[in-house]
Each structure stands twice: as structure tokens, then as C-alpha cells.
């Protein structure tokens, strides 16, 4: 297995406060990696940090190889790296196939686009998508229609319209029924080896069904990497988590 992304001492201070401070990780290839911690932890901002939609104190991302850290947001989801925000982007007044054609036709470079259209593989890529979060039966649906969870699953799927290497997302199953968060780990089950994924969670029932590895950050830092059992039985977590009964009564 080979990183695919890399942080090195990556930092984001405010004045005197450090939110995110000297962070390190190492993201292999393929893997789904569940980024945990409290409230306050850091995780959206390392996202900000890794997306470029933040500029880092000091430190240093590398993406396949190469520093990302420094290019503009534009440039770092043009080599590969997607994000899913917390709240869904969808157009309304669309149906769920447009929605996903606007996707499409807006991936970063236009003539590229052009090229894949003209070789069919634009529509194929739609039909793949479509599969991936499970919207075949949903296609000519007005998205303003659309149950909260398929709101989040076009999102996904709009996302992944760009094929990105790397997608990040944030709290992906906020407010979604239990039976749609089954739902959603089952497509993130599907997405894992042809993707690499970073998911940060509340759900430790989800995180449960998904995760390879887990990394638990606190105040800015890793306070514990590993397994999921691993991770929830360190007495550090515990503590940081009131009522030292570990991180499944967390969330
Ligand atoms: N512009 C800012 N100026 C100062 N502090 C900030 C700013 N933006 C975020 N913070 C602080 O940075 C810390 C980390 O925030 P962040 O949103 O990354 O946490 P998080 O781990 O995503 O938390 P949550 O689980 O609540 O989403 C928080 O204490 C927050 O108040
Ligand atoms: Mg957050």
C-alpha cells in the first residue's frame, strides 16, 4: 500500500490559538479513514487545510507525490481531491439526472469535458455514478423532492461525477434515519479501494461498518490511531471523552 496523502506539521493558529497544531497523517491508498474528536477538535478545518479553502500557519500537504499545499482550492480539486460539505448544494428545481449533468459539465477542465462527451464517457461515467449512490430509480425525481438521505447521495454523487481520487466529506450522515445510514455505508463500502476517503463522523455505529483506521484528534492533535477496538479501549480517549465511557456514548 502507498500514501496517497500526506500531512506534514500542518498548523492553523489564530492569533495565539492553535487549532489545528503541528498535525501529522498519512492516508494510504484506497483506504477509508474515519477522522473523529470532539467538538472544536480541528477536523473541519484540517479539511479546509487539505482543500485549500484555508491558508495553513506552517506545515505541509502532498498528494500523490506532489505539495498541494500553497495552490489555490481550484487547483488542489483539479489533481483529484473532492469535498462533500455538510450542507447538500443540490438545485431544487432540477431533476436528480440534471442535477448530476451540471456536475458533470462543470468538472474543472471544459474541454476535457468536451472530449470525454464526444468518446461517450461522460454518460457512462453518469450511469456509474447513478449505480455507486444508488439513484437509479430516482433519475427524473425533482431533487426538492428527494427524502434527506437520496439529498445527500446525489450530493455524493455529484461529487463523484468529477472522479476524484481523494473525497473528503463532513459529517456525511447528519440527520439521516438509521435505515439511510446503513444505506450510506453500504456506498461508502463500494466507493473504498477505487477511492480513498476521509469521513469525519459523529456515528460510531457508522464508523463502525466503514472505517479501516481511525484517527482521533484533540485540541488540533492525534490523541490515537488505529482500529476502531483499539482506538475506543485507549484510556486517553476515554478521558477526553466525559464520563470515561468511551466514544460510543459520544456522539
Ligand atoms: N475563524 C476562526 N477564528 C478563530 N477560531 C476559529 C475560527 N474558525 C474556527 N475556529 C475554532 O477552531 C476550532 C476548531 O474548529 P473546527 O470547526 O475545525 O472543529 P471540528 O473538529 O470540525 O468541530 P465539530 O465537531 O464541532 O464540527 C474551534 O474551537 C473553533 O472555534
Ligand atoms: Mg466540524
Known sequence: MSAILELHGVTK?????????????????GELRCLLGPNGAGKTTTMDLITGRQKMTSGKVVFQGRKISGMSEHRICQQ???????????FKDLTVQENLRVALTRTTNPFMNMIEFGRGSGRERL????ELVGLQERLD?????????????LEIGMVLTQNPKLLLMDEPTAGMTEQET??????????????TLIVV????????EIADIITLMHL??????????????????????????????AA
Open 80 to 90: 483529484g481531491i473532492g469535498r462533500k460539505f455538510q450542507i447538500p448544494a443540490v
Open 127 to 130: 450511469q456509474q455514478v447513478v
Open 13 to 29: 493558529a489564530y492569533d495565539a490559538y492553535t487549532v489545528v497544531d503541528n498535525f501529522n497523517l498519512t492516508v494510504n491508498e
Open 201 to 208: 463522523e459523529h456515528d460510531m455505529a457508522f464508523v463502525r
Open 220 to 249: 488540533g492533535k492525534t490523541l490515537a490511531e488505529g482500529p476502531m477496538d483499539q482506538v475506543e479501549n485507549d484510556p486517553k480517549v476515554r478521558e477526553v471523552y466525559l464520563g470515561s465511557e468511551g466514544i460510543t456514548d
Open 141 to 153: 425525481e425533482l431533487s426538492g423532492n428527494l427524502s434527506h438521505g437520496e439529498t445527500q447521495w
Open 182 to 195: 446503513q444505506k450510506t455505508s453500504d456506498i461508502f463500502n463500494r466507493l473504498k479501494g477505487e477511492h
